[in-house]
């Protein structure tokens, strides 16, 4: 079945689609409020994190051995020759 995305700025708008809807045999599918945001940069897609993801196991891998972000990237992020 096509889609079609309408943006609308009044929410009369949108009372309006409701109402032709029941007419013209379509249906408004609302969006979620939870939908993640994907942002394009140069072709890569980069997806909003899940704050619900738990990281503080990863807490004493990094704080107990005093790991450089600038030392990590100049010896991990090397191309090799």
């Given at each position: 079945?096509?889609e079609?995305?309408?943006?609308?700025?009044?929410?009369?708008?949108?009372?309006?689609?409701?109402?032709?809807?029941?007419?013209?045999?379509?249906?408004?599918?609302?969006?979620?409020?939870?939908?993640?945001?994907?942002?394009?940069?140069?072709?890569?897609?980069?997806?909003?994190?899940?704050?619900?993801v738990?990281?503080s196991?990863?807490e004493?891998?990094?704080?107990?051995?005093?790991i450089?972000?600038?030392?990590?990237?100049?010896?991990?992020?090397?191309?090799?020759?």
């Amino acid at each position: 079945m096509p889609e079609l995305i309408i943006k609308y700025k009044n929410k009369r708008t949108l009372d309006a689609l409701l109402d032709f809807a029941k007419y013209f045999d379509f249906s408004v599918i609302l969006p979620s409020k939870s939908k993640e945001k994907i942002i394009k940069i140069n072709g890569v897609s980069i997806i909003s994190a899940d704050s619900s993801v738990d990281t503080s196991e990863l807490e004493s891998i990094f704080s107990t051995n005093n790991i450089d972000a600038k030392e990590l990237r100049q010896q991990a992020w090397q191309r090799k020759k």
